[in-house]
């Protein structure tokens, strides 16, 4: 069981081709040699690339990850070179969101594996992803356990019996086959409006929407996202019932 939380034999090995043309990109530099200025000129070179500012910040955050651990190990004698670096700043995006009418009509149109991963990301805010490589044995005790998260971090979240005994199998191999690109092919012929990019994206923007709206507790949701920072899940914030309201009860005018 412990086993079956790690990384899979995939995952490390993508991790190792990251972190082979980051050291390319770099100059194979020796550990020691990597500074502050060696990495704001590599990041002003992928900025000029076009390069967005969240993928190079989620490379320094790799980086930063490797020197803690090697220093941590004692393997190595020197100063943190990312330590309190400040990260780029990431422009703020639209996040795109189904309505209820717009769940129905995708769901209505998906089937087999898509429909049951289309649910999962629904029900629980996972990456499509996180969701499409879940395995027989990441099912425990009514409780889906996501592992090879972005911030590699593995999170539980339950679900309902009924969509629990919809995904299982009764295996631990892997309950969904590939089908992304059926799910991307459907998505197409709806009319359902989204920001570029955002086709299985937006279904966990969809779940954290409407958790908000139907009175959800942000903290709550910061630990179903896996959210490292409390500022990432504040984008959903301003959609709880109540969000404006104050402004009509404690803006001055209402004492005089």
Request: hydrophobic share 40%; proline share 4%.
């Amino acid at each position: 069981m412990v086993s079956n939380l790690w990384p899979t034999t995939e995952k490390w090995i993508e991790r190792f081709r990251i972190f082979k043309k980051l050291d390319q990109d770099l100059g194979h530099p020796k550990a020691y040699q990597v500074t502050k200025s060696l990495f704001i000129d590599y990041r002003a070179e992928k900025l000029a690339l076009g390069i967005k500012a969240s993928t190079v910040n989620r490379v320094q955050n790799r980086l930063s990850g490797v020197f803690t651990t090697l220093i941590n190990a004692e393997k190595l004698n020197c100063e943190h070179p990312l330590k309190n670096f400040q990260k780029l700043k990431e422009p703020s995006y639209e996040m795109g969101f189904l309505s209820k009418d717009e769940i129905k009509l995708l769901l209505s149109a998906l089937s087999s594996d898509t429909l049951k991963i289309a649910k999962l990301c629904l029900a629980t805010g996972a990456r499509w992803g996180e969701a499409a490589n879940l395995k027989g044995s990441n099912l425990v005790s009514g409780k889906v356990i996501f592992i090879d998260t972005k911030n590699g971090k593995n999170r539980t979240v339950p679900i309902r019996p009924e969509l629990l005994a919809e995904i299982q199998t009764g295996k631990n191999g892997l309950l969904f086959k590939p089908c992304y690109r059926e799910f991307y092919q459907v998505m197409k012929t709806l009319d359902i409006h989204l920001p570029k990019g955002q086709a299985a994206h937006a279904l966990r923007h969809t779940f954290a929407s409407h958790f908000m709206m139907n009175g959800g507790n942000i903290l709550t949701l910061q630990k179903i996202l896996g959210h490292a920072n409390i500022m990432q899940t504040m984008s959903y914030a301003h959609l709880t019932p109540d969000y404006l309201n104050e402004a009509m009860e404690l803006n001055p005018l209402t004492t005089l």
